[in-house]
């Protein structure tokens, strides 16, 4: 808990830099990640901004529809966030793009499939396909995940050049979420490079107990596009062995994807 507060909190001190309506969209996401609707004063305690600051800011956020209040006061994602997450969701090319391979992959191996693009250090999940077994997992469309100990994460992270890697891990803070997750720069960056010479990441329970995967980077040629596709299922059903059974079919997967991309979407400038 204290790890996730911590998050928070230097989530909100870099916002600080970026102006008015970087402050407002920090406010946005940390109401909009919470696991229970906030308080003022749970909001405050993460937050450098003072009490009327704060105050006015959130009263703007609620008048304009993207932040609520429950009958105890209690701040939620209001319902204006769920009309422009829609709309977004529906208009992405390149989910729309990716969606039938998806699918394809998902009858392939009867597990879920996931899509995610790279954001900073965070993966977005953009798209998922169910297994015919569901799992109950975190993993949501518009849920973030360390890039650093996901399977889709560390495929994306992948694509990056050297530059570009060293750029977005070297000040990266670790958080172990089980006993299998990076400590440390060295060691994702070992990772990173084994990734890319057999062009396939594993997550053997790196961000969830109980929780396996085996994605593949997706990578635009001008590199707007950064992200990867995995299969995910339970440790006791996706063994090592189907992991690596299921790897050619994932690289197949990601590659018609970014086939696709570039006769279909073409240059994105």
Not at 10 to 33: H, S, W
Not at 67 to 77: C, F, I, K, M, N
Not at 121 to 138: P, W
Request: proline share 3%.
């Amino acid at each position: 808990m204290d790890s996730k507060r911590d998050e928070h909190k230097g989530e909100i001190r870099r916002a600080t830099e970026t102006g008015t309506l970087g402050k407002l969209m920090a406010l946005v996401d940390l109401v909009a990640l919470a696991d229970n609707p906030m308080r003022f004063t749970d909001i405050l305690s993460l937050s450098d901004q003072p009490r009327g600051t704060l105050h006015r800011q959130l009263s703007h956020l609620v008048e304009e529809g993207l932040l609520e209040t429950d009958r105890d006061g209690r701040y939620l994602p209001g319902i204006r966030l769920l009309s422009l997450a829609s709309r977004s969701w529906a208009r992405n090319e390149f989910r729309t793009v990716a969606e039938p391979h998806l699918r394809l992959l998902q009858a392939q191996t009867g597990e879920t499939v996931h899509l995610g693009v790279l954001r900073g250090t965070e993966v977005i999940y953009l798209d998922k396909v169910e297994g015919r077994q569901s799992v109950r997992m975190y993993s949501q469309i518009g849920n973030a995940s360390p890039a650093y100990c996901t399977g889709v994460g560390k495929a994306a992270l992948s694509a990056l050049d050297d530059i570009g890697l060293e750029a977005r891990v070297s000040g990266l803070q670790f958080h172990a979420y089980t006993e299998h997750t990076h400590r440390s720069v060295a060691d994702l960056q070992a990772d990173i490079a084994a990734i890319r010479a057999r062009g396939c990441a594993f997550d053997r329970e790196e961000h969830e107990n109980g929780i396996c995967c085996v994605a593949a980077p997706i990578r635009s040629d001008d590199g707007d596009i950064l992200a990867g596709v995995s299969v995910t299922g339970p440790a006791y059903r996706v063994t090592s062995e189907k992991l690596q059974e299921w790897a050619p079919l994932v690289k197949v997967a990601a590659a018609a994807i970014m086939q696709d991309v570039r006769s279909r979407l073409g240059p994105r400038r």
